[in-house]
């Protein structure tokens, strides 16, 4: 076994450094093609194979830089790097990053607990009602294609903080909307300030952890954002039960400003390439070296020319590596599934007779499947190192390499298979004539296999492509949210006209047919 391994870690290896490579290289031409120097070297460089001028300027560029100043790195041991930071003030940030993730996830599904209200007070169709949904979701997927790879150049702090304040604000119009064009306005823009966190949150965990730690911080982040869809409409239901919608979002803006103090208070920057400016400026103040440079420092681009070129990242990683692409089509449908059970519970519980916060209260079983599968980590934990351990058994200590990023997807492996047999039991057991209690057990297998199907990719993404790891989170919260806030939108008019029976198993085929992806 170790035999095959081996050759598979050097060749993704070289693989994440091509790839960085081309990224790099597409940085250094965007901010250098408007000046008027590079207009005679961009002419000849026409004439090359694809690929070569570019390499050849980098190159160059490379030298004359490491000519030309001194770069600073950490030293051994130091506090201000992230990854020494203590165990304690590690597990304060990513607990707090995983309750922005879990915030703005039960903003997205607390709404479907509001829709008779909104539907009676605005005169609006349930189609209409169900675009509070959508349009929050797409919020979600379009932000961090902006926030996602712009922390890469400013840190994660600042984008916490300033996205995390529009969120509140914008929270506001929707609590107090007059109107449904108010409010879905108020949802989309809530949503895309709200989208930090699920992109940034990861790479503020890989920030602070490596290797083999970087998995169970990784899970419990991961599971933030899909408690948060399953709590959304069990809060949603007692409150539209018992008070008037707007709490809905009252309750929500109080939330939000505890979570935005304890980010402003409690949350310091970890990006290195940014903390590593900064002792850069400290060491030439305090030397008078004025060659010391951070290598955030060379990057001389504009906030225009950044903006374009962090939203290219993202697509750029889907299409350069199949195995990103193919991963994202995987999620992107659990996730659609996921929401798309916010219409689809009420329509197979309603035959059972229950009000609105008992069918809130269906959405537990998820609950405790994504609670088990967190909880569960350790031992998947315990067997990546079981086959590190016999994959170096062989090998000299000084000659170990660390796990290649495929290691964290074989857990992935069960979600693959749990997924779509749980929803064939949830399927078939939905019929009013079955006791109720029956689909929401089934529903716990579907939670636990979602997220450690989340969890493996996740830490895959993080830590194939490390130094964009933001950027593919970003990709992947991107084609998520397309399908999440697609599915909604006709999932009513799929179970009437199917049955809750076959509008069930279709899912649970598709899942069955991308099961092999991990």
Known sequence: MSASTTPTVTMDQSKAEVLTSKIENDAIHIKNSSRSSDIHNSSENEKRPNGIAANSHSGSTKER????????????????????????????????????????????????????????????????????????????????????????????????????????????????????????????????????????????VSDLFRGSKLSLPMSVFSASPFLGPVIGPIVGGFINQNANWRWTWYVQIIWTAVELALLTFFVPETYSPVLLKKKAQRLRRETGNERLRAPLELDKRT????????????????????????????????????????????????????????????????GVGIILATGANPLFTRQTARRAERRNAQIPPAERTPPPPEEHLIKGLYGAVLCPLALFWFAFTTYPSVHWVVPIIASVPFGFGMVIAYSSTFTFLVDAYRPYAASALAANSFMRSALAGAFPLFTVQMYRSLGTQWASALCAFLLFALAPFP
């Open 65 to 204: 830089d490491q000519e030309l100043y001194e770069f600073v790195k950490w030293d051994e041991g130091e506090p201000e790097n992230p990854c020494n930071f203590p165990t304690f003030k590690k597990w304060v940030i990513v607990l707090i990053v995983g309750q922005g993730a879990l915030c703005a996830t039960v903003c997205s599904s607390i709404v479907a607990m509001t829709y008779d209200a909104v539907r009676l007070e605005f005169g609006i169709s349930a189609e209409v009602a169900t675009l509070g949904v959508t349009l929050f979701i797409f919020g979600l997927g379009i932000g961090p294609l902006f926030l996602g790879p712009l922390s890469e150049f400013y840190g994660r702090s600042p984008i916490y903080r300033w996205s995390y304040l529009f969120f509140v604000l914008f929270n506001i119009p929707v609590a107090l909307a007059k109107n449904a064009q108010t409010w879905l306005i108020g949802r989309f823009l809530s949503g895309f300030s709200g989208a930090a966190f699920l992109s940034v949150a990861g790479g503020s």
């Open 303 to 366: 906030i225009l020319e950044a903006t374009l070129l962090s939203c290219t990242i993202p697509f750029k990683l889907v299409a350069a590596e199949p195995m990103a692409l193919v991963l994202n089509i995987w999620t992107s449908l659990l996730l659609g599934i996921l929401y798309m059970f916010f219409s689809a519970f009420p329509i197979v519980f309603t035959a059972h007779g229950f009000d609105l916060q008992e069918k809130g209260l269906t959405f537990i079983g998820i």
